[in-house]
């Protein structure tokens, strides 16, 4: 005794007296004090024979074994009713498979590793079948053995091999507590005395239910140790039995004064022991009742060296004998009515569904019945239940139960019989001896199944047919058999005949349990045997007459259900790609709500209708609008002798019916509700009225109008389609003016080639040169309106220049104009000489028509050509104006000038003049060059533009070339792993390359996922900026960083999902034990076949998986340009959802679906560094800072001046995140702005541009608290954040590129820029030239900002600022309109030294800014600077264009570009 057993010895005998009852483990470990693990659960088969394999190692390819659906057939026969045993009861083969389940179950190998039973087309239950195998797997083994043939394959036990009942209580302390009641020490159960139900969920064995072809709820079926227990009825019903006389010890136990004091653990593990005890005595009878007593000596005590692991030889054979002793029929029976024929049980529809089977009767009834009913003979009969109505998977319901028995054997390698006669002493059998056991026949067919080698009969065949010869169990089995009880027995420490096993048994209750029988056990529950006059219930009695057994084959029930050999697992199969389209759905309805929330936002707020006109109509639809159908009112306009149609409080059309002489008005005959109103020469009206009435009353009054107005209604009448057909609606029109203008621009062209020489053409002969072949009819016919033309010019009707043209176009004066007149009009203004323009422009302002201009008059022409571009000039500058031309064409005196004398003053600007033409919507600007067409275009030198680019932008490739490499890695390293080096899990066999595409995709996300987090780390970015970082690292480029990681994790979340989709599929169609060797941690036995479903919602993986989908998705929609501009609270919400979607990946992982979960280890290094820079910005955001005041600039714009705190540092450029306190918008809800004022400022401030939303309500506040300035809410600021911007100072030359709004971050840099130059602050050493361009709509757009650029040209005395102003409002310089303002802007740039237009000394240019122009131009004037900053803030289109020019500038000097959109 070594002392690990003594040192246990004491601990146990120490603890029995405390008062706690020694632990005896349910798993089998700590037995054996030398050998822990032996008989432990997952322990490997014994085998005292060297196993069989062809190689020696595992292989099972024997080329010359018959195949066991052969030797079944040939051998064993089949019959409905088989001849009885007149020695044994049917109790001992079921009780020999309850005593099975305590001591061995194996489980079928993952991955698995298919030996299915090869069937011929001849098989009289399976032939003719689409599968031509029977299926069945190999068992789990000892993954380090099997690998050569000095250590072949050891299969594994999954459960203890003693007998320690843990069929009644299971091998796991879970398993264990769950089903123990916590009171006495007794098992769960209700008041009948049955089990619990499994409403744990515990993994009960869910096999197939043949009969009807279902999985069993496992949560309905009673909890016992065992998930086999619902087998049958007969290993059920056991079952049953020793769950109550457990609960019947205990009770004894708790009602022994002896015991008063025992706590329930106590109760429970002293009444275990018990149970176990008489399961052993039990045992080891029912074993000598089928072998005979000489077998097993005498116990004599406890033996170490013995051990008790189950042999491969009983596993892979002796255990299948007492299938031969199977009946068909389980006798149902109680002792008033012995036998029950109308209630038996046919054994072939009760496989996994015994609880149900013996619902009526109960376990009790079913045990008296098993007590009587005489077993199947021994020998080679074995009933349809057995040999053909098998279960089996789904796949294959009913398999051949002897088949099955001889192809696991040989997976466990069992050596062929005269290789165990061998070991075990025994004669070896040859043919000679074979034909003294078995007839002639039996002989020829056992030769010519093995091929004629007697040494290749396996040992569960051979071992039948000599147990068959002599009537009971051969003598090799029962020699299998008792040496493996002796060892169980022997071996076992806790044996309850060990008198040293320190269980504290006292004499008498071992001698108790020596006494006691099964037939005492069942007594003692109930089990009523009275009758029986054999103490040994495992050995038939003899029965009185009315308890002798039917054994009419006629009475049977049949096998209930179809056998299916060929079914698809599969329960869903349109689910997975109903996901898809699931996912589209949810993605356009987020999309609708949004844009419909925009257009809530952006409708404009009801107006009270006031005329009782429209009132009186009511709201009409229009139909066939360019803006689709919309809701009308109708006015009649008697004043103006109009028809005005207006819509959402704005007026959209107004008809002149005083023009008009007839106009037809269509009435539909098949739908009473449409009425068409034809306008000649423009679009018609189509209207759709809510009730006939209201048409009614609305062709009355049109009628009545048109009678005032002396117009004509021709009323007719079509139908529907009709209507239709001759309908010309504003679409229709829309696209006959398109193709007007189309057909005016292809027509100025064949015009410009058709004129050869140098001879001057007017514009009438080159129309009259012109043929129009290419234009139809429709085309020539059509004439445009005053709207129309007003349009095609980009103007309004009522501006003035439209005014002046129209009548000088419609040469007929039929208040239209004809294609001919506007191409005429058109060849002017594009190829007309400048004299042509002048006369032109003379005609269009000579308002009295006298033949000359008053200088009225060309004051008006000014401010009507102002008037375009929403600008203006003070008369008296005006007039100076105009006096500088008089003075400089010698014309000073002069009040009106003639045509000449026009032509002298503007003769200064004749090559203008010559060049200026008219840009026109639907076509491009026109002049000559307009006209000719590009054959092909040259190539630019790309090579050097890729080159450029790279020097540019060095260190955001480096970067991205080693993200995407890591990405690359992740990716392969995963898949391939998955592919090629997972082949024990199970994984490439059943799963295949899906799998290995979403554990790449998963390692890709798990490692994108907290990148995000150090993107977001503004505070520590911020900092870093202003170290020597920022030369290694890209810092400006988190932003860019952000949405480029975006982008990578969005391709491989849909790749995770594509590839789970495909899993999702494969998992359904997988049977069961698949699912259970697939995800051991997941899919436990029990659980039956998966569903999409079930996947999806069943399990955390699932659920957090739809949870990230769904969250991600709606993410990224608010995360568009779209949502960010119209729904800045969506996209601000829904991007705080950062830590849910880190927690649900965390959680999505932890279901250990597939594998442990790893997400963590990347996590909690950025989720560390984002926590504290999340708290520098908490600690700011509690800081409430007073608003000094709120200004109302124009524009819309706001401008916000606060308090600035002591400890505020920042640099010009940066920015900070605004929230206003208590004032509605959300405590929360951040927004970013740049600060306006500088750093030298003592206070700061923002300038906010009014959109929608937070900006509305911030503006609305201000106006608000105009007058009461103390009332505006305090400000939470987060910040300052940098940006590139703040960089400006580092580059000998800086271009500022701003756009809109985009300016905000300019004016800080500008103020901070002139100041730092006044006072000659070091910082600016480098800083030689700041060219500041700024494209806006208009001039005014953002006049606060002109203040700043008029302070910052007043200040700086060093001439660092040189600031271009674009208006981008007025058509280009060659447009003829804008000509005519250069020219007054030029004139009035030389009178008083500023621009007309802003007002500043600032260079004002008309049009969008030519970057290329002027950069080259920049370059040219610093050819000294190899590196020039461009820094960009505007539209990402200004953004795009700024880079592209930067990339494509050569030659030894490089322009960098820093972008900001907005």
């Known amino acids: 005794m070594n002392i690990t057993f003594l040192v246990i010895f004491l601990l146990h005998n120490t603890l029995v007296k405390g008062g706690v009852y020694p632990y005896v483990s349910y798993n089998g470990m700590y037995n054996n004090p ?3 693990d032996w008989g432990s659960a997952g322990s490997p088969l014994s085998q005292p024979v060297r196993p069989h394999y062809s190689d020696g190692a595992s292989s099972t390819n024997f080329p010359n074994l018959p195949s066991p659906r052969d030797l079944s057939l040939e051998l064993f026969t089949e019959e409905v009713v088989v001849p009885l045993s007149e020695k044994y009861t049917v109790l001992l083969p079921y009780f020999m498979e309850f005593l099975d389940h305590d001591i061995l179950e194996l489980r079928t190998t993952c991955p698995p590793e298919d030996m299915s039973i090869s069937i011929k087309e001849t098989d009289p239950t399976y032939g003719n079948k689409t599968h031509k195998k029977m299926p069945i797997e190999r068992i789990s083994y000892d993954v380090d053995s099997g690998v050569w043939a000095d250590f072949p394959r050891k299969q594994i036990n999954s459960v203890s091999s003693w007998i320690d009942g843990s069929q009644v209580y299971g091998i796991s302390k879970g398993w264990v507590d769950i089903i123990r009641s916590g009171k006495g020490g007794k098992l769960k159960g209700d008041t009948a005395g049955n089990p619990a139900k499994n409403t744990w969920g515990v993994p009960l064995s869910s096999s ?8 069993p709820d496992i949560k309905q079926l009673h909890l016992f140790g065992d998930g086999r227990s619902n087998e049958n009825p007969g290993v059920y019903s056991l079952h049953w039995l020793f ?19 025992m706590n329930d653990k106590w109760l429970f593990d002293k009444s275990r022991y018990l149970t176990i005890a008489k399961l052993q005595k039990i045992s080891v009878d029912a074993v000598i009742s089928i072998i005979g007593p000489g077998f097993i000596p005498e116990y004599m005590g406890y033996r170490a060296t013995a051990n008790p692991a189950v042999s ?40 996994w569904d015994a609880q149900v089977a013996v619902k009526k009767h109960g376990p009790a009834a079913v045990l008296r019945g098993l007590s009587y009913q005489p077993a199947g003979n021994v020998d080679m009969h074995v009933v349809n239940d057995i040999r053909s109505n098998y279960y089996g998977p789904m796949h294959w319901t009913r398999r051949d139960g002897i088949a099955t028995a001889i192809q696991r054997g040989r997976d466990l390698g069992v050596p062929p019989l005269n290789s165990v006669l061998n070991h075990y002493n025994e004669p070896a059998m040859t043919w000679r001896e074979w034909g003294t056991v078995v007839n002639q026949e039996t002989l020829t067919a056992l030769k010519n199944l093995y091929k004629n080698d007697v040494d290749q009969v396996e040992l569960f065949v051979g071992g039948m047919l000599l147990s068959t010869h002599s009537g009971d169990m051969a003598n090799i089995f029962k020699k299998i058999l008792a040496e493996q009880i002796i060892r169980l027995r022997e071996g076992d420490r806790f044996w309850f005949e060990n008198k040293y096993n320190g269980l504290g048994c006292t004499g008498e209750e071992v001698n108790t349990i020596r006494a006691t029988s099964l037939r005492h056990i069942l007594t003692r529950n109930k089990v009523d045997i009275s009758d029986l006059t054999n103490d040994n219930v495992f050995l038939l009695n003899r029965l009185s007459d009315d308890c002798k057994l039917d054994q009419d084959s006629t009475k049977l029930s049949k096998c209930e259900g179809d056998m299916l050999l060929h079914y698809d697992y599969n329960t869903t199969p349109y689910a997975i790609p109903l996901l898809v389209p699931v996912f589209l759905i949810f993605t356009m309805v987020l999309a609708v709500v949004i844009t419909r929330m925009v257009h809530a936002r952006s409708r404009p707020a009801k107006e009270e209708e006031t005329d009782p006109e429209a009132l009186k109509l ?31 409080g704005k007026k959209v059309r107004s008809i002149p019916f005083k023009k008009l002489n007839t106009i037809p008005v269509v009435s539909c005959s098949d739908n009473r509700l449409l009425l068409l109103i034809s306008i000649p020469k423009e679009y018609d009206i189509m209207l759709k009225f809510s009730s006939v009435r209201q048409k009614e009353i609305a062709l009355e009054e049109l009628t009545a109008f048109s009678d005032r107005c002396n117009v004509e209604i021709d009323n007719q009448l079509l139908t529907k389609k009709q209507m239709m057909k001759v309908a010309k609606t504003e679409k229709h029109r829309q696209h006959l003016v398109d193709t007007f203008l189309s057909s005016v621009f292809s027509e100025m062209m064949q015009g410009e080639n058709g004129v050869s020489g140098n001879g001057e053409v007017s514009a009438n002969d080159k129309v009259e040169r012109l043929n129009f072949k290419g234009v139809g009819s429709h085309v020539l016919e059509c004439e445009l309106t005053r709207t129309e033309f007003a349009s095609a010019l980009g103007l309004r009707p009522d501006q003035e220049f439209v005014e002046k043209v129209f009548p000088l176009v419609d040469k007929d004066k039929n208040g239209s104009i004809s294609f001919r007149e506007f191409l005429s009009f058109m060849i002017v203004y594009s190829s007309g000489t400048s004299d042509d323009k002048l006369k032109l422009i003379f005609n269009m302002y000579d308002y009295d028509k006298n033949g000359s201009l008053h200088v009225d008059e060309i004051k008006q022409m000014i401010t009507s050509m102002l008037q375009m571009v929403s600008a203006s000039i003070k008369p008296e500058e005006l007039s100076r104006m105009i006096q500088s031309l008089l003075d400089q064409a010698g014309l000073g005196e002069k009040k009106e000038l003639t045509f000449l004398e026009f032509q002298t003053v503007m003769s200064a600007y004749r090559k203008d003049l010559e060049k200026a033409q008219l840009e026109v919507k639907g076509g491009e600007r026109l002049g000559k060059s307009n006209f000719k067409r590009k054959v092909f275009t040259a190539m630019r030198p790309q090579g050097r533009e890729i080159k450029r680019y790279i020097e540019n932008h060095r260190l955001e490739i480096f970067y991205s070339v080693i993200f995407l490499l890591v990405v690359f890695v992740l990716f392969l390293e995963r898949f391939i792993t998955y592919s090629r080096y997972k082949d024990h899990t199970g994984y490439p066999q059943l799963l295949g390359y899906s799998l290995s595409l979403t554990r790449g995709s998963a390692a890709v996300l798990m490692f994108t996922f907290p990148l995000f987090l150090v993107l977001m780390c503004k505070n520590t970015l911020t900092h870093l900026r202003g170290t020597f970082i920022k030369r290694y690292i890209p810092l400006d480029a988190n932003r860019t960083a952000h949405i480029y990681l975006g982008c990578v994790t969005l391709l491989f979340i849909l790749v995770h999902c594509i590839g789970h989709g495909y899993n999702f599929y494969m998992i359904t169609t997988l049977s069961p034990d698949h699912l259970t060797c697939l995800m051991p941690r997941t899919w436990l036995d029990g659980q039956g076949q998966a569903t999409v479903l079930g996947l999806l919602f069943g399990t955390i993986t699932g659920i957090t998986g739809i949870l990230l989908v769904l969250t991600l998705l709606t993410m990224y929609i608010c995360a568009t340009q779209y949502a960010r501009r119209y729904l800045h609270r969506w996209f601000w919400s829904t991007h705080m959802l950062y830590p849910a979607v880190l927690g649900l990946m965390v959680l999505h992982g932890a279901g250990r679906l597939l594998q442990e979960p790893t997400f963590h280890y990347y996590l909690i290094g950025p989720a560390i560094l984002f926590t504290f820079d999340k708290l520098i910005s908490v600690s700011r955001k509690k800081r409430e800072i007073p ?9 819309e714009v706001t401008n916000l001046v606060f308090k600035r705190p002591v400890d505020f540092h920042y640099l010009a450029g940066q920015y900070v995140n605004i929230a206003l306190v208590n004032s509605g918008t959300g405590r929360d809800e951040y927004h970013p702005f740049t600060l306006t004022s500088a750093p030298h400022e003592d206070y700061l401030s923002v300038h906010i541009r009014t959109l929608k939303g937070w900006t509305k309500v911030l503006r609305d506040l201000a106006i608000k608290n105009e007058k009461n300035p103390e009332r505006n809410p305090n400000l939470f600021v987060d910040g300052p954040f940098g940006e590139a911007h703040q960089d400006y100072s580092n580059y000998e030359v800086v271009i500022l590129v701003g756009g809109g709004i985009g300016v905000t971050p300019f004016a800080s840099i500008l103020k901070d820029l002139v100041h730092k130059a006044t006072s000659m602050q070091s910082s600016l050493s480098k800083l030689k030239k700041v060219y500041f361009l700024w494209s806006t709509r208009t001039q005014k757009q953002f006049e606060w900002l002109l203040d700043i650029i008029g302070k910052c040209e007043h200040e700086d005395r060093r001439d660092i600022l040189d600031t271009h102003i674009f208006i981008t409002r007025f058509y280009e310089k060659s447009d003829l309109r804008t000509t005519m303002l250069y020219i007054c802007e030029r004139q009035f740039q030389d009178i008083s030294n500023r621009s007309l237009f802003t007002g500043l000394k600032a260079v004002t240019h008309f049009g969008r800014p030519n970057f290329s122009s002027i950069f080259d131009h920049i370059a040219l004037t610093h050819q000294d ?9 505007g539209p990402p289109s200004m953004s795009d264009s700024v880079t592209l020019t930067c990339s494509k500038i050569t030659g030894k000097q490089t322009f960098v570009a820093y972008a900001e959109n907005f």
């Open 243 to 261: 769950f109550n006389e457990h609960n019947l010890i205990a009770e004894e136990l708790g009602n022994d004064t002896r015991y008063r004091n």
């Open 1187 to 1195: 608003l000094i005041e709120a200004k109302i600039l124009p524009s």
């Open 208 to 215: 197939l239910k043949p009969h009807n072809c279902e999985y």
């Open 34 to 36: 030398s050998n822990l």
């Open 312 to 351: 491969f030889l009983y596993a892979g054979a002796v255990k299948f004998f007492f299938l031969t002793m199977m009946s068909d029929i389980i006798y149902v029976s109680n002792p008033t009515n012995c036998t029950l024929a109308d209630e038996n049980v046919r054994l072939c529809n009760t496989y």
């Open 618 to 648: 009511g709201k009409i639809t229009e139909l066939g609008s360019k803006e689709g159908d919309r809701s009308v009112k109708l006015r009649f306009d008697d004043i103006a002798g109009s028809l005005v149609m207006s819509s959402k």
């Open 1425 to 1433: 600077v190899r590196k020039f900053g461009v820094f960009v803030c």
